[in-house]
């Protein structure tokens, strides 16, 4: 029981320092928000903090560290998925710019 | 059955346990693929969303503070943690303490609702609608509301699946893991917002 409520008390205490570090994550992208640069860099940049904050709590907060089999399915699954849609996307300017009366 | 049996019959028998898949039971199973369909949903209207913005010149910047939005940020996160603590109180069968940490994140989850509507609300009395934008290309109007609606729509749904799992898990008609399974979707709910901040916020903030 004493190490059941040990190892509870070192999850509350993991769990507030993965709070904390979302924090300083979100934190991060307010900074570079009034940084004086660039649309695409600053996208760059915001985009890569928030992966980061993304993956945290995927592992941290939805467990997804625990299980090694169900981390790769998701993954692997989720980034498929996104990348086929870029396939259409990028077509999609054909629509913006092809049709008669675009220009 | 022995062993030789099944070989030869090429199935398991009838009626045995068929090992679940990844070691993951059926409901939280069902849970991640509905997170992974819904995320292929935001991913296209962020990505739809990024390449509108790029197609089209002179993109409004219509916000001037980040304070509401930082509020809202700081919300979502801490009824993450909220709601860690709650699993992990049902999880050493604290009854009460799980119930209470459910339902401060509900309260969180209602609180963000309310300063989104507030937020909306003052775009709204601005002229901002789902068709007008006062300034520029009514498309940001229509990615603002559709995208932050989407998204306000799924926290609102789970806030109701935690006020509804929350007491029946206090009734006893729930388990431990059936919290923890809403706690998954509440976790994407805030996984999400941290995509949208950046993208549909801060990159429109006027300098």
């Known amino acids: ?103 | 059955m022995s062993q030789a049996e099944m070989t030869m019959h090429g199935h398991p028998p009838a009626g045995a346990m068929a090992e679940p898949t990844f070691s993951v039971p059926a409901k939280k199973m069902a849970m991640w693929l509905f997170i992974i369909a819904d995320t292929a949903t935001f991913a296209g209207c962020l990505v739809a969303y990024g390449f509108i913005r790029n197609a089209t010149p002179d993109w409004p910047r219509p916000f001037h503070s980040i304070t509401n939005v930082a509020l809202m940020t700081l919300i979502l996160l801490s009824s993450s943690l909220t709601m860690m603590i709650g699993i992990r109180s049902a999880q050493r069968a604290d009854k009460s303490g799980a119930f209470r940490w459910t339902m401060i994140t509900a309260v969180l989850g209602v609180l963000f609702a309310v300063l989104h509507l507030r937020e909306w609300m003052g775009m709204i009395a601005e002229g901002a609608t789902l068709f007008h934008n006062p300034w520029g290309t009514p498309l940001f109007s229509s990615a603002f509301f559709s995208i932050t609606g989407l998204h306000l729509l799924h926290v609102t749904g789970g806030v109701v699946a935690l006020i509804a799992v929350g007491i029946r898990y206090q009734g006893g008609r729930y388990k431990a893991d059936d919290l923890e399974i809403t706690g998954l979707y509440w976790h994407f709910v805030d996984l999400v917002w941290m995509f949208v901040v950046p993208l549909v916020y801060l990159m429109n903030l006027s300098h």
């Open chain 1, 1 to 103: 029981m004493a190490s059941t409520e040990t190892h509870n008390s070192s999850g509350i205490g993991r769990d507030i320092a993965i709070y904390v570090c979302l924090l300083v994550l979100a934190g991060i992208q307010f900074v570079i928000a009034y940084q004086n640069i660039s649309p695409s860099q600053m996208l760059t940049r915001m985009l890569a903090v928030a992966i980061i904050e993304g993956a945290v709590a995927l592992l941290f907060f939805m467990h997804l560290s625990e299980n090694r089999g169900l981390m790769l399915f998701v993954v692997i699954f989720t980034v498929a998925v996104i990348l086929g849609m870029q396939y259409g996307w990028t077509d999609s300017y054909r629509v913006l710019y092809g049709v008669p009366w675009a220009r």
